[in-house]
């Protein structure tokens, strides 16, 4: 398995980015998804998930603005982040598990960067 995360970018506080995580290897619609972050001298902290099913969980940080949807036709999985915020900054990874349990993330993605400016 592997997975590959985009976009990333430079943004004003109050704008918007569409983060993509193309999903190779097989299997996608049996995997949990999550996203992560990992902010400079900050521990790695899960953002978003959702289950095979569709359910979806956020961290309260994020409530309200970032959406985590999939598309397993796409084998792909979006993180839509809203209203960001400079503390929002941070390398954005993917991540997958395969036991469905979203409790045991065993593939990585290589991150992406979101630098929000205040």
């Known amino acids: 398995v592997q997975l590959q995360a985009s976009g990333g970018g430079l943004v004003q506080a109050g704008g918007s980015l569409r983060l993509s995580c193309a999903f190779s290897?097989?299997?996608?619609?049996?995997?949990?998804m999550g996203w992560f972050r990992q902010a400079p001298g900050r521990e790695r902290e899960l953002v978003a998930s959702?289950?095979?099913?569709?359910?979806?969980y956020y961290v309260d940080s994020v409530k309200g603005r970032f959406t985590i949807s999939r598309d397993n036709v796409k084998n792909t999985v979006y993180l839509q982040t809203n209203s960001l915020k400079p503390e929002d900054t941070a390398v954005y990874y993917c991540?997958?598990?395969?036991?469905?349990?979203?409790?045991?993330?065993?593939?990585w993605g290589q991150g992406t960067l979101v630098t929000v400016s205040s």
């Open positions: 290897g097989g299997g996608f619609s049996l995997y949990g």
């Open positions: 959702i289950s095979r099913r569709g359910t979806t």
């Open positions: 991540a997958g598990d395969p036991s469905g349990s979203l409790t045991s993330f065993v593939s």
